[in-house]
């Protein structure tokens, strides 16, 4: 594989601005990776006030899309500034600030789709205040919104610890509303994206998918349910017909012993609560969210605000870190001939 020997220039969105996500960044600056250059995107006082509360050193560099792009050195970060709309304190949630939340992904995504960055890695953000704060109808999550931002029809959640990727076929949902989401169309869609993107992100010449039941047992034949027999079994025999190394549909209580997970290069399960509990239970803190089916590399921590934890200097950049290793991993696999 071919390295790529320019300065990468990495986006990073804090997140929600009383949680965890600026002094995250402040830890990740003390020693960031090899050549590239760490943009936060944010209100600098943010980063300023986690220095400090840290005990930390931090130089912040102003600067925008045209600036010239070059290595962060440790206890260093170039900052595109978003003014906050009021200051945030450690813990306390204002809905007055879900704008800004939103206002620096905004700017984050766009400058990624016009080629002024590699890659953007997003903090934890807090759902329930952006929804509350009426900031944008309906908000459901990164994902989503970073779909609308770029135009994506179908983007496909993956979350990756090591070799075990896990991917959703469906996302922020009620669990009532799963069974009628999960349809051949978007089943067929969804399948189609994570394999093109297991090729094209990860360098795996021939995938090998593990495909979920909805239902306990894979609907044990029709007795505990038949959407394995109406809709995901017909989806797998089309795509297998079109070359497709697909398994499945599997019961999900199995599936994730060390056997079987040998003979795939990733899950695909059929909600969000079926396959993520597994994942975090291995790799929690140091696992990666990213988004498949982007126009732009997007990565993300794989947890959330922890309101509680914000402020004390206790919250562990792993997760951050591994985000910005995967997304220069990516960069560099989008790079290679």
């Given at each position: 594989?071919?390295?790529?020997?320019?300065?990468?220039?990495?986006?990073?969105?804090?997140?929600?601005?009383?949680?965890?996500?600026?002094?995250?960044?402040?830890?990740?600056?003390?020693?960031?990776?090899?050549?590239?250059?760490?943009?936060?995107?944010?209100?600098?006082?943010?980063?300023?006030?986690?220095?400090?509360?840290?005990a930390l050193p931090?130089?912040?560099?102003?600067?925008?899309?045209?600036?010239?792009?070059?290595?962060?050195?440790?206890?260093?970060?170039?900052?595109?500034?978003?003014?906050?709309?009021?200051?945030?304190?450690?813990?306390?949630?204002?809905?007055?600030?879900?704008?800004?939340?939103?206002?620096?992904?905004?700017?984050?995504?766009?400058?990624?789709?016009?080629?002024?960055?590699?890659?953007?890695?997003?903090?934890?953000?807090?759902?329930?205040?952006?929804?509350?704060?009426?900031?944008?109808?309906?908000?459901?999550?990164?994902?989503?919104?970073?779909?609308?931002?770029?135009?994506?029809?179908?983007?496909?959640?993956?979350?990756?610890?090591?070799?075990?990727?896990?991917?959703?076929?469906?996302?922020?949902?009620?669990?009532?509303?799963?069974?009628?989401?999960?349809?051949?169309?978007?089943?067929?869609?969804?399948?189609?994206?994570?394999?093109?993107?297991?090729?094209?992100?990860?360098?795996?010449?021939?995938?090998?998918?593990?495909?979920?039941?909805?239902?306990?047992?894979?609907?044990?034949?029709?007795?505990?349910?038949?959407?394995?027999?109406?809709?995901?079994?017909?989806?797998?025999?089309?795509?297998?017909?079109?070359?497709?190394?697909?398994?499945?549909?599997?019961?999900?209580?199995?599936?994730?012993?060390p056997s079987v997970?040998?003979?795939?290069?990733?899950?695909?399960?059929?909600?969000?609560?079926?396959?993520?509990p597994v994942l975090?239970?291995?790799?929690?803190?140091?696992?990666?969210?990213?988004?498949?089916?982007?126009?732009?590399?997007?990565?993300?921590?794989?947890?959330?605000?922890?309101?509680?934890?914000?402020?004390?200097?206790?919250?562990?950049?792993?997760?951050?870190?591994?985000?910005?290793?995967?997304?220069?991993?990516?960069?560099?696999?989008?790079?290679?001939?």
């Amino acid at each position: 594989m071919t390295a790529v020997s320019r300065v990468q220039r990495l986006l990073i969105t804090p997140g929600e601005p009383a949680g965890i996500g600026p002094e995250l960044l402040v830890r990740l600056a003390q020693v960031p990776p090899g050549n590239v250059e760490l943009i936060a995107v944010c209100d600098p006082a943010l980063l300023t006030a986690a220095a400090a509360q840290l005990a930390l050193p931090l130089t912040l560099h102003a600067g925008d899309e045209s600036t010239t792009s070059i290595a962060s050195n440790a206890g260093t970060l170039t900052v595109w500034p978003v003014p906050l709309a009021t200051a945030a304190a450690p813990g306390k949630l204002d809905a007055r600030n879900a704008p800004y939340v939103l206002h620096t992904l905004r700017r984050a995504a766009a400058a990624c789709l016009a080629g002024q960055a590699d890659a953007l890695v997003t903090g934890p953000i807090h759902k329930g205040i952006i929804n509350d704060a009426g900031a944008h109808a309906q908000f459901s999550g990164h994902t989503e919104f970073l779909a609308e931002l770029t135009g994506t029809a179908l983007p496909v959640m993956l979350l990756a610890a090591g070799t075990l990727r896990v991917a959703l076929a469906t996302t922020h949902l009620p669990l009532a509303a799963v069974p009628a989401a999960i349809t051949r169309e978007s089943l067929t869609a969804t399948l189609r994206v994570l394999h093109a993107e297991l090729i094209a992100k990860f360098g795996i010449a021939k995938p090998r998918i593990l495909v979920t039941g909805l239902n306990p047992h894979a609907g044990e034949g029709g007795h505990l349910g038949r959407e394995e027999i109406e809709v995901i079994n017909p989806v797998l025999d089309t795509l297998r017909a079109e070359g497709m190394a697909l398994e499945g549909p599997l019961p999900a209580d199995t599936l994730f012993t060390p056997s079987v997970l040998a003979r795939g290069d990733a899950v695909l399960t059929m909600f969000h609560d079926q396959g993520l509990p597994v994942l975090k239970h291995v790799g929690f803190g140091h696992a990666v969210n990213i988004t498949l089916g982007l126009p732009i590399i997007r990565t993300s921590v794989d947890h959330g605000v922890a309101l509680d934890l914000a402020g004390s200097g206790q919250a562990d950049a792993g997760s951050l870190r591994a985000a910005v290793d995967c997304a220069l991993h990516l960069v560099t696999n989008k790079a290679a001939p």
